[in-house]
């Protein structure tokens, strides 16, 4: 064979192994990449550890069936109000501020409280059972308030027929942390002859005006 020839073969056949070994080392490279990446992808378990999340703390009333979200700090586990006209039997509260009556500096507290409708309250349907309960309910005495209703109708939780009322609370001649307050009355039906059960929240704005509505969808 000629040597010219023979050269040209030779040099073909080093530029096609120097290809393919250049080929090889890209290969090895992407492949040593994706293997870094993978590595620091979590695994499945902890993947689903940190989707899923802890469940939600609750407040679980047996008396009355009830159950709603227990909210965090600055909220705490157990219901400020006082027992008229309905005994509370669980609920939640936070403090909004202090106020001043009576000469006395009073601690206002945000309530998310349940318990069982006394029967001086349980009126011929659910509506006018709301209406009652939110007329009688009033944690705003001690200052001078001003009630407009937002929205009132039906609704249910889990299952039950129930009535719900929202409303906001303004006060006038106060000096106080908050300048309104929201509000609302839930009337749950139980039925087989059991005495409705209700819910009532109350919030001041310097709370998050957001929290009324996050209580009232957790009711169950």
């Not at 000629?2 to 192994?17: A, C, G, T, Y």
């Not at 308030?145 to 106060?174: D, N």
């Amino acid at each position: 064979m000629d040597p010219v020839r023979r050269r040209r073969k030779q040099r073909h056949r080093v530029e096609l192994m120097s290809a393919f070994a250049l080929i090889t080392l890209l290969a090895l490279a992407a492949i040593a990449m994706l293997v870094m990446r993978m590595a620091k992808l979590p695994s499945t378990a902890s993947l689903s550890a940190v989707t899923s999340g802890a469940p939600q703390a609750e407040v679980a009333d047996v008396s009355d069936g009830l159950s709603y979200q227990l909210l965090s700090a600055p909220w705490r586990d157990g219901c400020p109000m006082r027992d008229s006209p309905v005994r509370w039997t669980s609920g939640e509260g936070a403090v909004a501020g202090h106020v001043v009556s009576g000469g006395h500096s009073v601690t206002w507290w945000a309530n998310a409280c349940s318990g069982v409708l006394p029967a001086g309250l349980q009126q011929a349907d659910l509506a006018r059972t709301a209406q009652a309960a939110a007329a009688a309910i009033d944690t705003d005495r001690a200052l001078r308030h001003h009630r407009t209703t937002l929205s009132s109708g039906a609704t249910r939780v889990y299952g039950h027929r129930a009535w719900v009322i929202r409303y906001q609370v303004r006060f006038s001649g106060a000096q106080l942390a908050w300048s309104s307050e929201d509000a609302a009355v839930v009337v749950v039906e139980r039925g087989h002859g059991q005495a409705p059960a209700v819910f009532y929240v109350s919030v001041p704005d310097n709370l998050g005006s957001s929290t009324l509505t996050t209580l009232i969808s957790s009711l169950r």
